[in-house]
C-alpha cells in the first residue's frame, strides 16, 4: 500500500509560540484528553482551512488540579505573563502541526507561507509526511511516542 503524503509544517513548542498561538488565534477550537490542542481556521492559501494541531508529549499526563479544558489557556496566560505555567512545557507539548483540514490539496510552500503569515514564526521543518504511518505507531504504543519527533523525521528536521 502506498503512503499518502500530507503537506505539513512543524514547530518545536518553545514559549514563544505558546503565546503566538494564544495571542493570534485564541482558545483552541477543541481540546483532548490526551492533552492535543486543535484550532481550524480558514487561513491557508486561497483560504483553504487548515488544522493547527498543539501535540502532547509522549506518555502526557493532565496536570492535577486544571481541567482539559483550561490547560492551554492558563498555560499561556502564565508564559505571556513570565509566570510559572501549571507544568513546565517540556511535560505537555511536544509541537505544533499544520496541514490542510480537509484533505484539500496543496504544495508544501504555499502551506508554509501561510502558516507564517497567520502564525507569524517559521516552521522548523515543512514538506510531506505520512500522518497514518505516526498514527498507527502513536495507537500502538498507546500515546508512549512523540508524534512531532516521528514527523520531525520523516522531514528532516533537527530534534528539539
Known sequence: MTARLVPAAVWWATPDLIVALDERFGEPLDSYVNGSQVWVREDGPGGMALEWRLHPVA?????????????????????????????????????????????????????????????????????????????????????????????MEQLGGAAG
Open 59 to 151: 506518555g502526557y499526563r493532565r496536570p492535577d488540579g486544571i481541567g482539559t479544558y483550561e490547560i492551554f489557556s492558563r498555560t499561556a496566560l502564565a508564559l505571556g505573563l513570565g509566570e510559572s505555567p501549571p507544568a513546565p512545557l517540556a511535560l505537555l507539548w511536544d509541537g505544533l502541526e499544520v496541514f490542510p483540514a480537509y484533505d484539500d490539496e496543496t504544495e508544501p510552500t504555499p502551506l508554509v507561507a501561510a502558516a507564517v503569515a497567520a502564525l507569524g514564526i517559521e516552521p522548523d521543518a515543512s514538506g510531506l509526511v505520512d500522518h497514518e504511518s505516526v498514527a498507527d505507531e502513536w495507537e500502538r504504543d498507546q500515546g508512549g511516542i512523540s508524534i512531532v519527533a516521528r514527523l
